[in-house]
């Protein structure tokens, strides 16, 4: 079965650091760039970070850069999303997403794109 799982969410406080990690079904895995979200209450789903199928490529929306990074490993099917420098306005659920994006490119950033979605994990930074 198609799926996307994730795990490592939590509440750390504000300056402190967490891993997500995202594992998806093999056919998922081989064959698209994926992603992380966020949704806090009241907000917009907004775009975290996408990887390239190959991983050669990322991307990032502006208020993450420079504190986050995605990544992927082939050999446990796995996306990370290290986080550091956590901010209390980093507070939201975290989804992890798959998208036939066009040659598996990093390129896609509005949900509508992604094909695939994980249940969501809880991310609680304290000030």
């Known amino acids: 079965q198609e799926s996307l799982v994730e795990s490592g969410g939590g509440l750390v406080q504000a300056g402190g650091s967490l891993r997500l990690s995202c594992t998806a079904s093999?056919?998922?895995?081989?064959?698209?760039?994926m992603g992380w979200f966020r949704q806090a209450p009241g907000k917009v789903r907004e775009f975290v970070a996408v990887?390239?199928?190959?991983?050669?490529?990322?991307n990032y929306a502006d208020s993450v850069k420079g504190r986050f990074a995605i990544s992927r490993d082939s050999a446990k099917n796995t996306v990370y999303l290290q986080m550091n420098s956590l901010k209390p306005e980093d507070t939201a659920v975290y989804y992890c997403a798959a998208a036939y994006s066009v040659a598996g490119s990093a390129t896609v950033t509005s949900p509508e794109h992604f094909n695939y979605w994980g249940q969501g994990t809880q991310v609680t930074v304290s000030s």
């Open positions: 093999g056919r998922i895995y081989s064959n698209t760039a």
């Open positions: 990887i390239s199928r190959s991983g050669s490529t990322t």
